[in-house]
């Protein structure tokens, strides 16, 4: 048999058993509910449920609805955290946001009063994610998304990569709660640009879409330290990337991450959309679609399937 073949036969076995875990965690899907605070992410399939895995060499292997493409969301985080650390740098983005786990919800106003004078616990509650949008430069709401966006293309490899216009602007209508947070910060002087403005910004930022293909390969850049081993070129600098990394450990998956560092036990950040992207250092990225989602905003299926994945395959860094 010549190494090709094997190669092949055993790319087909891969497929195989992404396919087997994905049938085994979609039985969870009936437990959970799509998003409907955004109204648009309401018309998601509540039975989608994908994966993609890309490893160091460049070969990914996928399995379900991976053609569905989907908003980033609270993914997005990880990636303008990336942008500001590398913009600003580390001393001016954490006088603003702070490095500690709240336990409490994503969108949850109440430590901000409690514990730090309208700064934010951390960059991946919606909090400290506003107040890192707030921070990305450029003269205007467009340039600013553009250079996100640049950035997200460069991630992803894909040139054309977009944002839903539709759930931007219906996550703008209805960002309540945001705008509340966001007012907040203002007064305490961690904010200080147009609330509107950085509401149209942050809007947009969350509804850039993906693939589980795209997501999985950006999981494969912070696995290996912000290296991108296609393009064969260091996308952003070591530290940062391991900062992003450790956010993600601490805080990816909200007042579930200590749960979720127990049972999976790799960096990983999720999505309101069901999206989940994973990072297994020095190893390779996940990216796993599922919109069905647990009460706490984490895709139901989406975490029992990288559950199954953990323990198939040992991932877990602990
Ligand atoms: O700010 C929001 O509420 C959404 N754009 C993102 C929240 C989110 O994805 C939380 N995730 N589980």
Known sequence: MSQNE?????EVKHMEELMVLIEDAKEFIPYGKVANYIPALAKANKKDLAVA?????????????????????????VISLALV??????????????????????????????????????????????????????????????????????LTGNKELSYSKEVAISEFETAHLNRS????????????EDVELLLDLYTRQCAIEVNCVELARIGLIFALDGYDPVSKTQIMPEKIAKICNTFMV?????????????????????????????????????????????????????????????????????
């Open 6 to 10: 094997f190669d092949e036969k055993k």
């Open 53 to 77: 895995v890309f490893l160091p060499d460049g070969r990914h292997f996928e399995a379900g609805n991976t053609t569905t493409r989907f908003t980033l969301q609270s993914i997005s985080k």
């Open 85 to 154: 650390l590398m913009d600003r740098g580390e001393d001016y983005v954490f006088e603003r946001v702070g490095m500690e786990p709240t336990g409490d919800p994503f969108n949850s106003i109440a430590k901000l009063e409690v514990r730090s004078a309208g700064k934010p616990l951390n960059p991946m509650i919606n909090a400290g994610a506003l107040a890192v949008t707030s921070m990305i430069k450029g003269h205007s709401v467009k340039d600013r998304f553009n250079r996100l966006l640049d950035f997200m293309r460069v």
């Open 181 to 192: 947070l966001s007012y907040f910060m203002k007064e305490h002087g961690i904010i200080t």
């Open 250 to 318: 601490t805080c990816g998956m909200y007042n579930a991450s200590g749960a979720f560092a127990i049972k999976v036990g790799i960096p990983a950040k999720s999505g309101v959309s069901g999206g989940v992207m994973g990072a297994v250092p020095r190893r390779f990225g996940i990216g796993v679609y599922g919109p069905s989602l647990d009460e706490i905003g984490n895709s139901i299926a989406g975490i029992k399937l990288l559950e199954l994945l953990a323990q198939k395959y040992n991932l877990s860094i602990f």
